[in-house]
């Protein structure tokens, strides 16, 4: 479905709205705004490098996801795919791929039996798919219908889309940022709402970007691993993004180098060849998440939070921006919407 760009034409009413927050919660949501008419304004702190979305993976997989996640997940992320391929180019929907060694087969089978809409695949099936994974895996998994994009290009052609619809981005501070000219306030500033949110907690992440011109895949590929899974994105070039520790803290330290061997242990798994790719770029940041890693909004008079992406921001964005849209301007969301917002346990 491609989403209409300009469904509410702006008027001499139209109301003006201030988004706190350029990561893909903050630009996803700017977006469905202007495209409702709203005129929006979005403020962001100046270094990218501080948003959890400089380092994500880009995966829209709802299917893969639906094997640690609830069910709302893949449910509302599934919309997300057409909503990105309307608006970003470099949308690929070629699937992914999740592969297991030969002595952990064993989640390769529990992964099955919790996802659906995916292919068995023997190896002679793998090494079809992925010519260069040929003879390395006996079995795997195929999900013809997800995604996955580089996230940072895909913000760079929202704001760009911003920009032709008049909305202005500039570097400020929430604190210090006049708001009084504006009908609303859209908060989506990640982890750094904790104090204004204290069910907020943070979850690290960190990932490396390698090159590697002698491996080639079409689609990320998920290792599973009793420990810790793993994924390996292709983002063109021979550049590749290998991504998904996930650690219960909010320490904003480099990457650790326990966390740079298992990344690089899992691409060697995948492809020898591993071994001699250029490591371009360690990086970590702090993924915002809610008790039951769903997120969600609330309500502080003309303020609106957005909030707990957890690790599924380029995937449920775009159905919360739909629904914060519709709160705020009054108007029916054009997608599904995740369940009503209501206080998170050991909330008030």
Not at 73 to 89: D, L, M, N
Not at 92 to 98: D, I, K, N, P
Request: glycine share 8%.
């Amino acid at each position: 479905m491609d989403f209409p760009s300009a469904d509410f034409p702006p008027t001499a009413a139209t109301p003006r709205v201030l988004v706190i927050g350029a990561g893909v919660t903050g630009l996803v949501a700017a977006t469905v705004l202007a495209e409702r008419g709203a005129r929006v304004s979005v403020i962001h702190r100046p270094d990218p490098a501080g948003r959890a979305s400089h380092f994500a993976g880009g995966m829209l997989a709802p299917w893969c996801e639906a094997a640690d996640a609830s069910p709302a997940v893949a449910a509302e992320g599934e919309a997300s795919i057409p909503w990105w391929q309307a608006r970003f180019a470099g949308t690929h929907r070629a699937g992914s791929l999740v592969l297991a060694s030969p002595r952990d087969q064993g989640e390769l089978d529990r992964f099955a039996r919790r996802t659906a809409r995916h292919q068995a695949l023997d190896a002679a099936a793998v090494a079809a798919l992925e010519p260069d994974l040929a003879g390395r895996f006996p079995r795997g998994l195929f999900f013809p219908e997800e995604a996955h994009l580089d996230p940072r290009a895909a913000l760079a052609a929202l704001a760009d889309r911003l920009a032709a619809r008049s909305a202005t981005i500039g570097e400020g501070e929430a604190e210090s940022f006049p708001d009084d000219g504006f009908d609303h306030v859209l908060d989506c500033r990640g982890h750094a709402a904790a104090p204004d949110w204290p069910a907020l907690r943070g979850v690290r992440g960190e990932m490396l970007l390698l090159r590697c011109p002698e491996v080639t895949l079409a689609r990320p590929v998920r290792l599973l691993h009793p420990r810790i899974p793993l994924y390996i994105v292709p983002r063109g070039g021979g550049i590749f993004m290998v991504g998904a520790t996930m650690v219960e803290s909010a320490d904003r330290r480099p990457v650790t180098a326990r966390a740079a061997m298992e990344l690089l242990n899992a691409a060697y798994a995948l492809h020898p060849a591993f071994a001699e790719a250029e490591i371009l770029e360690m990086g970590s940041n702090i993924r915002p998440a809610l008790p039951d890693n769903l997120p969600d909004l609330r309500r502080e008079g003309r303020v609106l939070r957005l909030n707990g992406m957890y690790r599924h921001g380029f995937l449920l964005a775009p159905a919360l921006a739909e629904r914060a849209a519709a709160l705020l301007l009054g108007r029916s969301a054009t997608m599904a919407s995740l369940p009503a917002a209501s206080p998170k346990k050991g909330e008030a």
